[in-house]
């Protein structure tokens, strides 16, 4: 059963921007720290940003002041906004939900080439 679906993946230029999106129940949402991660090819799984329910937010410094997550409590989602994207950027990027439970999703590749 599939808890976290996310979208907005896909081909971006150096330079551009994309904004993925988190869709999850109101029974995770709510009682959870909600957090990106992503994958490069041959590299491990790395934390992005995290946002908690009250809204407070943590970046890896490889993408401060280019990304934003953001949280609407009203359709239980969880946005990553990426701007000035950069071909290292290029990774399989997760959705997680953190709570009494851990919930991950099924990724979406985002690639970044001129």
């Known amino acids: 059963q599939v808890q976290l679906v996310e979208s907005g993946g896909g081909l971006v230029q150096p330079g551009g921007s994309l904004r993925l999106s988190c869709a999850t129940s109101?029974?995770?949402?709510?009682?959870?720290?909600m957090a990106w991660y992503r994958q490069a090819p041959g590299k491990g799984r790395e934390f992005v940003a995290i946002?908690?329910?009250?809204?407070?937010?943590v970046y890896a410094d490889s993408v401060k002041d280019r990304f934003t997550i953001s949280r609407d409590n009203a359709t239980n989602t969880v946005y990553l906004q990426m701007n000035s994207l950069k071909s290292e950027d290029t990774a399989v990027y997760y959705c997680?939900?953190?709570?009494?439970?851990?919930?991950w999703g099924q990724g979406t590749q985002v690639a970044v080439s001129s």
């Open positions: 109101r029974s995770i949402f709510s009682i959870s720290t």
């Open positions: 946002t908690t329910s009250s809204g407070s937010t």
């Open positions: 997680a939900a953190h709570g009494t439970r851990n919930y």
